[in-house]
């Protein structure tokens, strides 16, 4: 997952691999990354997850890539396997003409707007991962995420959940 400090890439992070550890009974080992600027700078949150015991918890060809800034994509696109799958925030990902990888465009700060905080857009792109990918089931996630996000904004973060499921299911293009 790429994008720019403050969107939540690191975050989202950490709730998956919780969710793959706590609910799914999985392995999760989360690698975070992040430019030398304080805020609005570069992230990456490289998360590795299996059934069975991790040895190797680099991420060198992931099946799934997800980018929400420009920068993201620029930097890290080359990474997905040739078979994976891509998530891109509708509107700040462009990919380039050679890109031909199965690709989602999730609007997912339009969303996270229009449910009046911008900063649940990470939440809504996690919503639209669980469903158009097996890394996690829902049931996982959605306990994850209620685990992980400030008391009171509860119901805020299970509806971003809910839309970014929603968007992917109708093909958010």
Known sequence: MAGFGGQGIITAGKILGRAAVLYDQGSAVLTEDYGP???????KADLVI????????IVDKPDVFLAMAQDGFDRFHET????????FEKGLVHPTREWKRKTSFIPALKAAEEL?????????????????????????A?????????????????EAFRKG?????GGAS
Do not use: F, H
């Open 80 to 87: 997905l396997r040739p078979d994976g799958r891509a998530l």
């Open 142 to 158: 959605q306990k994850a995420i209620l685990d992980s996000v400030p008391k009171g904004t509860e119901q805020l973060n299970e």
């Open 50 to 57: 299996s059934e069975k015991e991790i040895r190797y918890p």
């Open 165 to 169: 499921g929603e968007l992917a299911r």
């Open 116 to 140: 009046g905080r911008k900063v649940v857009a990470n939440i809504v792109m996690i919503g639209a991962l669980v469903e158009l990918t097996d890394v996690v089931t829902r049931e996982a």
């Open 37 to 43: 600027e304080k805020m609005g700078g570069w992230s």
